[in-house]
């Protein structure tokens, strides 16, 4: 867009950010835009805060939210006003608008988010904190950040949210933890109180609060390392399973990078897809197994890994891969030389995506050698070998070799036939 019409657009919508003092924590401009608004849309809480303002039409959010997102955008041109709490472009709906609207159509007033004023309640800086929202969110997210000595802010969903966040940390090994409830921030109720994890019996809790924890690990605490390669006692597996040195190797072949998807075939105990998303928020992770039983202990594990997003489709390659969305990286850890398998993860990775392969097998070792003859990349041979009792003695037991073809896909698709 150049400069003349650039100077077209004007701002028709504004967020106005609001905090639990209501219309005395607003500045005159934001009060000005309310009052001059037609439309006002926020949550109920939000427009009874606001309402000796509102002269314009008052609409509450619909269910889904989406019915509101259109409805907003149907009022382009009107003066406008969306009702937030807090920061809007921090886990609110400013994020959601703005994939929807030009940032030069609209206008953001901002208040104190929740987070910035529990670290001045707490005296925490804020870069060292983890700051966390679980609202509406599996408080699972919460277990990878879990190590002593760390902060962390946490937005929970309602007034139970506290007592889950305590029973959670309790049930893994973190029940010394200092947990800080803070109600109802910025407004007359507002309610600080400290509480052990493993004694929480706070009970009135306020429905918007957020809860500090000073975490404490106990001898048993889960805690999982930021490394790749966890230690293969942490999953639940039947030894269907990417052992851990082997699974270092196969992630820092794959090359996780900013909310890439993964696809993992064959997923066994889903350790390569859980590992995979554990590297970044942003990633994202499909697991692929044909046996049911593995398929509900990898949701198992997933959940106890603190990535409940990871998405699980039972079935078996190719056929279960349709419909799924294109990947940036592929690992094939099982099954690779069925009929059909190779062929279909090739044509569907991306240009310029990453595969990785690991063969145990004759077969599979025999198919990663032919593809690696015709297409080129990487091909390693992985042999490994543990201390283990020999009689009285000590010797090494060596595990079955293996052989690991890592590819990239050109960035120009060929009509190259992928067989």
Request: with cysteine; hydrophobic share 45%; net charge neutral.
């Amino acid at each position: 867009m150049d400069d003349a019409e650039t100077r077209l657009v004007a701002p028709w919508l504004t967020l106005v950010g609001l905090g639990e003092d209501g219309l005395a924590g607003l500045g005159d401009e934001a009060k000005r835009r309310i009052a001059m608004a037609e439309l006002v849309f926020g949550g109920s809480r939000h427009l009874a805060l606001a309402g000796p303002l509102i002269q314009g039409t008052a609409q509450a959010w619909l269910s889904p939210f989406s019915r509101s997102v259109e409805a907003v955008l149907a009022a382009r041109g009107r003066r406008v006003v969306v009702l937030a709490s807090g920061d809007p472009f921090l886990y609110g709906v400013g994020a959601t608008l703005s994939a929807h609207v030009d940032t030069r159509e609209m206008h953001t007033i901002p208040a104190p988010s929740a987070f910035s004023l529990a670290a001045a309640r707490l005296g925490w800086p804020l870069q060292e904190t983890t700051c966390l929202s679980l609202h509406g969110r599996p408080l699972d997210l919460l277990r990878p950040h879990l190590h002593p000595g760390r902060r962390i802010l946490a937005l929970t969903s309602d007034e139970k949210g506290p007592a889950e966040l305590a029973r959670l940390l309790s049930a893994i090994g973190f029940g010394g933890s200092r947990l800080t409830v803070l109600e109802a921030l910025g407004g007359a109720r507002e309610r600080i109180t400290r509480h052990r994890a493993a004694e929480f019996a706070l009970e009135d809790v306020a429905a918007l609060n957020l809860c500090a924890i000073e975490v404490v690990a106990g001898p048993d605490a889960r805690i999982l390392p930021f490394t790749p390669g966890l230690p293969d006692h942490l999953f639940a597996h039947d030894g269907q399973i990417t052992k851990q040195a082997v699974r270092a190797l196969t992630l820092s072949a794959l090359g996780p990078r900013h909310r890439e998807l993964l696809w993992d075939v064959g997923a066994g105990s889903g350790s390569i897809a859980i590992e995979w998303m554990l590297a970044d928020p942003s990633l994202r992770a499909v697991a692929i197994e044909a046996d049911a039983v593995r398929a509900e202990r990898i949701g198992e594990n997933a959940r106890a890994f603190g990535v409940p997003g990871l998405q699980i489709v039972p079935g078996t390659a190719p056929e279960a891969l349709g419909g799924l969305a294109r990947p940036d990286a592929i690992f094939i850890g099982g099954g690779g030389s069925v009929a059909g398998v190779m062929p279909a993860v090739l044509d569907a990775l991306r240009p310029g995506g990453r595969l990785v392969a690991n063969a145990v097998t004759l077969e599979m070792e025999r198919v990663l050698l032919d593809h690696h003859a015709r297409l080129g990349g990487a091909l390693t041979r992985i042999a490994l070998a543990s201390a283990a009792p020999v009689g009285g003695m000590t010797g090494w037991r060596p595990a079955m070799p293996i052989t690991q073809w890592v590819w990239t896909k050109p960035e120009q698709e060929t009509e190259t036939i992928w067989v």
